[in-house]
């Protein structure tokens, strides 16, 4: 039995390397019913706190939310939310034809862990995706699947939900990522060429 096994209520692959994680992850939408075992998480966000940050602020904290009831709940705020933002600037009627939300904004994934940064310097934005990065390529290299789900960001700034996770009011969420057990193999999607505008040599 694999180290992974046996701190995991998951099942989960062998640990990949790092350029093998950046070429496979991809954005999974469709989750087991499989739970990610607290230690798991913890592994996640031990990798989160390794990104590079600007002066070593380390300005991120985190919310891992599991608690199935709770996330129905958001996710039903998150389509309100969405749809009174688009009713004041497209036409009524359009916010379900722009967004084409599903029935559950977290894809029925069992665990979602928000970053949130403290408003310490300009470069929070920047330091809390870097920790994001860390943490979708390590569920990756552990055989989750993740996904940013940047339609939450307005609701979970909202200050009632702030205290539903004690989230001090000056904190900001920047990067809600679900986690789970893929169902099935995610589809590749293709990527541009680097676009080099300039390379200077001596």
């Not at 029935?103 to 994001?132: H, Q």
């Not at 339609?151 to 909202?158: E, K, Q, R, W």
């Amino acid at each position: 039995m694999s180290k992974l096994q046996e701190i995991s209520s998951v099942s989960v692959g062998s640990e990949m390397g790092a350029i093998e994680a950046i070429y496979r992850r991809r954005a999974v939408r469709s989750y087991a019913l499989k739970p990610v075992a607290r230690d798991v998480v913890y592994r996640l966000l031990d990798a989160a706190v390794h990104a590079p940050t600007a002066v070593h602020e380390e300005p991120w904290a985190f919310v891992v939310i599991q608690d199935r009831a709770a996330l129905k709940r958001l996710s039903d705020d998150v389509k309100r939310t969405i749809r009174t933002q688009e009713r004041n600037v497209h036409l009524p009627g359009e916010a379900e034809h722009h967004f084409n939300m599903p029935e559950n904004v977290f894809y029925d994934a069992g665990t979602l862990i928000v970053i949130y940064g403290k408003p310490m310097s300009p470069f929070v934005t920047a330091d809390c995706w870097l920790a994001a990065e860390n943490l979708m390529l390590a569920a990756c290299a552990l055989g989750l699947g993740t996904c940013v789900i940047g339609l939450a960001v307005s609701a979970l700034n909202d200050p009632k939900w702030k205290a539903a996770f004690n989230v001090p009011a000056g904190m900001i969420a920047y990067a809600p990522i679900i986690v789970g057990v893929p169902q099935g193999e995610a589809p590749a999607s293709e990527r541009r060429q680097p676009e080099v505008l300039s390379w200077r040599t001596a």
